[in-house]
Structure formats: structure tokens, C-alpha cells
């Protein structure tokens, strides 16, 4: 459900997580089968996996606390990136810290080029994990950034004219 004014995804609905679940998962499931056939031991893909987990872990302890999202009054998180999951921290009133910004993009490329090596070696694998990032970022920005209500984020797409509107509101 959004904003029908401007568009915002003021309550992300079901929909709109398993949406972008199913197209996250693609570059994911892409990676991880490159890595299982092509890897010479298994470390390699049990590795990509930690490094996915502690990124993601990092994300909801360190960033989420500070989102919109997180802090409104419910028992589990309701956003595009997380359903279902219990609160761990309590909700924080200031920005994240300085350091996400970059933290996500470097997290962000670390995930990303991780697994090339090994798709080079099927370049089908290859061209439909390049894609389907294309993909994953062009939805992220269109569906989440640009309609997100955390204004606070760094990287949220929606017109200053939009959030000086809401803002007063949150």
C-alpha cells in the first residue's frame, strides 16, 4: 500500500517483499551455483555465505534500527527487506551512522564481485547474473529508494518537495 498522492510505500505489503525477495534471489541462486560447481572446495561457497549473513546481520543491527520502518509501533519489522522479524534493538531518533553509506556500497561490491571468478567459467552463468543485478538495482531503486518514507537514508530517491510534505508527519 502507498501514498496514493506520491506514490510512496508508506506499508509495504507481502506482495511487495516476496517481490523483491524473488528478484534478489536471482543473482544470489546464480552465485551460489557458479560456486558449486566451479569452486575447487566447498569453502569458497560456505565463505560467500558468511560474508552474506554477516552483511546482512550488520544491516539489521547496525542501519535498521534508525529506518522509518523500524521505528514504527509493531512487534516485527514491515519493510521490503525484512517480514516477519523480531525487533532486536530498539529503535534509535538520529541517522545512521556516517560509516553505513560507505559500509554498503563497499558490502554491496564485495557480494557482488565475489563469485565472478567462478562464473567466467560458465559465461551463460555469467551474463544472466550481470542482468539480473541490472535487474535487482533498477527495481531497488524504483520500487524501494524512490518510494521509501525513511527520509533519513542517504540513498532515498524521493524529491525534497515530496519528503519536506511528509516530514512534519513523521
Excluded at 517481490?19 to 560467500?48: G, M, N, Q
Excluded at 554477516?54 to 514491515?78: F, M, Q, V, W
Excluded at 529503535?91 to 567466467?120: E, S
Aim: charged letters at 15%; aromatic letters at 18%; hydrophobic letters at 45%.
Amino acid at each position: 500500500m502507498g501514498c496514493s498522492k506520491y506514490g510512496l510505500l508508506t506499508e509495504p505489503t507481502a506482495f511487495d517483499f516476496f517481490r523483491e525477495k524473488i528478484i534478489t534471489a536471482v543473482p544470489f541462486l546464480v552465485a551460489l551455483v557458479a560456486l558449486y560447481r566451479y569452486a575447487d572446495s566447498p569453502v569458497w561457497l560456505f565463505l560467500y555465505l558468511a560474508i552474506i549473513a554477516s552483511h546482512l546481520g550488520h544491516i539489521l543491527l547496525k542501519r535498521c534500527p534508525h529506518c522509518a520502518y523500524y521505528k514504527r509501533d509493531t512487534k516485527n519489522l514491515e519493510c521490503l527487506w525484512w517480514r516477519w522479524v523480531p525487533k532486536i534493538k530498539e529503535p534509535k531518533p538520529m541517522p545512521p551512522p556516517k560509516y553505513m553509506g560507505i559500509y554498503t556500497i563497499a558490502a554491496i561490491l564485495v557480494i557482488t564481485i565475489y563469485p565472478i571468478y567462478w562464473l567466467t567459467f560458465d559465461l551463460a552463468l555469467l551474463a544472466i547474473y550481470a542482468l539480473s543485478w541490472g535487474v535487482l538495482f533498477l527495481s531497488i531503486q524504483t520500487y524501494a529508494c524512490g518510494r521509501c518514507i525513511d527520509f533519513e537514508c542517504k540513498y532515498n530517491g524521493v524529491p525534497q518537495e515530496v519528503r519536506d510534505f511528509y516530514s512534519p508527519m513523521q
